[in-house]
C-alpha cells in the first residue's frame, strides 16, 4: 500500500483529451490469474497484469501460501501452480488492503482449504459487508467468522468437508457468485448458482481457459467438485473500468478525440459504451478480436453532446463501477439524468451515491441522492474541494470533472488511485487532463 495517504489531485479547468494509450490491465481478470494459476496444475504466464496495489495484495496473499510467483515484470507474472490442494497454511493473517473482489473470492477458496486462516482488510474495506458471502458459503458447510456486524476480518477455520448447492443469489453479485464456484471447485457434487441479472462472467471463463467445465445457461451457472485446473496463458486486457474515466472525459472535453487500446469488451462489462451511446456519445469500436476467451477492442471516443436519460436499470450490473463516472457526464448532459437499481453503489469502496452527490452539489450541480441511485441535473461545473473518501473512482471521476469546470477543483485522499490506475496522473496529463498532485 502507498505511504502517502494524503495524496491529493488539483485540476485546472479545462483542455481536452488526444491520443492513443492503453490503460492498464483488467482488475478483475487480473485477481483471477493469480488465484486460479496460483490452484493449477502447471505453470501459468500471464501479460498485461495490472500491478495496482489490489492485486498486489492478492499476489502476496498467494506467496504467503507457497506459491513462488515471478514478477509483475511490465506486466508479466509466472505462477508456479501448486495444484487445489498445494497450498499452505499462511504463518499470519492476510492482509488485502482495499480489495473487496480478492477478500470475497479467497474466502471461498480458503474455506476449503486444510488450514485455517485469516483475512483483513484496510479501514474501507474493513466496513464492507462479508455475509453476503460466508452466508452461503455456511450452508456449504463451510466455518466462518466474521465481526458481529458481519464485516472483516475473516477467520476461516479450515478442514471442513464442502458440500455443493443450489443458491439462488438475492443481489446481483460476480463477487459472490464467483466466491461460491472457487468454494464448489472442492466441494462434494454439483454447485448452481442463480443470478438475479448478468455480472461479470470471468471466472467462468478462466475457469474454462484452464480446462474446468463449467456449464451456463441464462441465470444459471453450475460446475462439479473435484476436477483439475490445467495452467495456460493468460492475457489480461486493458481495464474497461479504468478506460471509462478518459470515455467520460473525451465525451465532455469540446475537440476530444481519443483511441484506447485493447480493452476487454466483455459483454458483462461493456454497460458504461451502452449509457454513454444512449447519452449520444461518439464511441467507435476498432480491432475486435477475441484472447485467451475475452473479447478486446480498440476504443475510439470524440467528444460529443450528451444528453440526460434513465438509464436502464438492465445496464446497472453491467456498469456497476463506472457510475462515480457517469455521473459527471451527467452533470455536463443536457437535461436530467436519473439511476435507479443500484443500491449496490452504497457498499462499494465507500458509499458510491452520497459521495458523488457531496462532491457534484459542492462543484455546484443538482444532484440528488436517492436509496438506490441519483437524480441529476445538468448544469455547470464550477470549482471546490471535493472528498474521495478514499476511493480510487470517486477521485478519477472528479478529476475529469476539471474537463468542464469553471475553477479548480481540489481532490482529497487520492492515494489508492493506486489501487486500480497506477501512472494515472502521468498519463492523464499526458492526454491533455491539467492535472498535478
Ligand atoms: C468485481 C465485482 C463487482 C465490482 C468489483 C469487482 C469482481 O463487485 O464492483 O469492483 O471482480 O468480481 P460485486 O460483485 O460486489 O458487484
Known amino acids: 500500500m502507498s505511504s502517502e495517504r494524503e495524496s491529493r489531485f488539483k485540476i485546472q479547468p479545462g483542455g481536452k483529451l488526444t491520443g492513443k494509450i492503453r490503460v492498464p490491465g483488467d482488475k478483475s481478470i487480473s485477481h483471477r490469474s493469480i488465484m486460479l494459476g496460483a490452484i ?11 500491478d495496482g496495489e489490489d492485486n498486489l495484495a492478492t499476489l502476496n496473499a498467494f506467496r504467503e501460501m507457497g506459491v513462488n510467483i515471478q514478477g509483475p515484470d511490465n506486466g508479466r507474472v509466472v505462477i508456479e501452480g501448486v495444484g487445489l490442494h498445494g497450498l499452505k497454511k499462511p504463518t499470519k493473517a492476510l492482509c488485502l488492503g482495499n480489495a473487496g473482489t480478492s477478500m ?14 485469516e483475512l483483513t482488510g484496510d479501514i474501507s474495506l474493513s466496513s464492507r459487508p462479508m455475509r453476503r458471502v460466508t452466508e452461503p458459503l455456511a450452508t456449504m458447510g463451510a466455518k466462518t467468522a466474521t465481526t458481529e456486524t458481519g464485516t472483516p476480518p475473516i477467520k476461516i477455520s479450515g478442514g471442513q468437508t464442502l458440500k455443493g448447492i443450489d443458491y439462488v443469489m438475492p443481489v446481483a453479485s460476480a463477487q459472490v457468485k464467483s466466491c461460491l464456484l472457487l468454494a464448489g471447485l472442492y466441494a462434494e457434487g454439483r454447485t448452481c448458482i442463480t443470478e438475479p441479472a448478468p455480472t461479470r ?60 487500446e485493447h480493452v ?27 484472447v485467451g476467451g475475452e473479447p478486446v477492442a480498440d476504443i475510439r471516443v470524440r467528444a460529443a453532446k450528451l444528453k440526460g436519460i434513465r438509464i436502464p436499470e438492465d445496464q446497472v450490473p453491467l456498469a456497476i463501477d463506472e457510475f462515480p463516472a457517469l455521473f459527471v457526464a451527467a452533470a ?40 438506490d441511485g441519483m437524480v ?28 468542464r469546470s469553471r475553477g479548480e477543483i481540489v481532490i482529497n485522499d487520492c492515494a489508492n488511485v493506486d489501487t486500480s490506475f497506477p501512472g494515472f496522473v502521468t498519463l492523464a496529463a499526458n492526454m491533455g487532463l491539467n492535472i498535478s498532485e
Open 104 to 117: 470475497r473470492l479467497m474466502t471461498g477458496l480458503l474455506a476449503a482449504q486444510a488450514f485455517d486462516s
Open 332 to 371: 455536463c448532459a443536457e437535461g436530467e439524468t436519473v439511476l435507479t437499481g443500484a443500491r449496490e453503489l452504497r457498499v462499494k469502496e465507500s458509499d458510491r451515491i452520497q459521495a458523488m452527490a457531496d462532491g457534484l452539489q459542492i462543484l455546484g450541480i443538482d444532484a440528488q441522492p436517492t436509496e
Open 40 to 50: 493449477a496444475d502447471g505453470t501459468t504466464e500471464v501479460s498485461g497484469f495490472l
Open 201 to 260: 462472467d470471468h471466472t467462468e471463463r478462466m475457469l474454462q481457459g484452464l480446462g474446468y467445465s463449467v456449464e451456463t445457461d441464462d441465470s444459471h451457472i453450475c460446475l462439479t467438485g473435484g476436477g483439475k485446473l490445467n495452467a495456460t496463458k493468460i492475457d489480461v486486457p486493458a481495464d474497461i473500468s479504468s478506460a471509462t474515466f478518459f470515455m467520460v472525459g473525451a465525451s465532455i472535453a469540446s475537440g476530444s478525440d481519443i483511441t484506447l
Open 376 to 403: 441529476i441535473q445538468s448544469g455547470q461545473l464550477g470549482s471546490g474541494t471535493v472528498e474521495s473518501h478514499g476511493d480510487h473512482r470517486i477521485a478519477m471521476s472528479f478529476a475529469m470533472a476539471g474537463l
Open 264 to 290: 476487454g469488451m466483455n459483454p458483462t462489462r461493456i454497460g458504461v459504451i451502452n449509457i454513454l451511446r444512449l447519452m449520444g456519445a461518439d464511441i467507435t469500436l476498432n480491432n475486435e478480436k477475441t
